[in-house]
């Protein structure tokens, strides 16, 4: 529950390279440092279904948001697809930079959140 309303949050990748993996091992540190576990979390593939199960679908990147938006069939599920930050600016990969990285994209990521809650439903 978030500022009083019920959200279910979900997360895939637009590449099949690591799917059932968790998470790696950094970016469960960056979590644990705010206490959110996401260890027994696994990755897994977009799939077209996906627009029908959610009703917004935010992408870190430029390059998520052209993949995303390539299965995209209707103008409804187009409009459901954006950049996770409302400034427009990207996500980073934090995976080849160090631990900081993944402190800094969690942050990047609860401020974007917060964002979008205070857009979706204020």
Known sequence: MVRGCRAKVDS???AGY????GPDPRSV???RAVDIDIS???S???VRADFQKFDRILVMDQANLRDVLKLA??????SKVAL????G???PDPYYGGDGGFAAVREQVRQAAEAWLDRDFN
């Open 73 to 78: 069939r209707t103008e409804e599920e187009e």
């Open 12 to 14: 895939a990748g637009t």
């Open 89 to 91: 600016a990207e996500v």
């Open 44 to 46: 897994r593939k977009f």
């Open 29 to 31: 540190a960056a979590m």
């Open 18 to 21: 690591h799917v059932g993996e």
């Open 84 to 87: 996770f930050d409302l400034s």
């Open 40 to 42: 027994g979390q696994r």
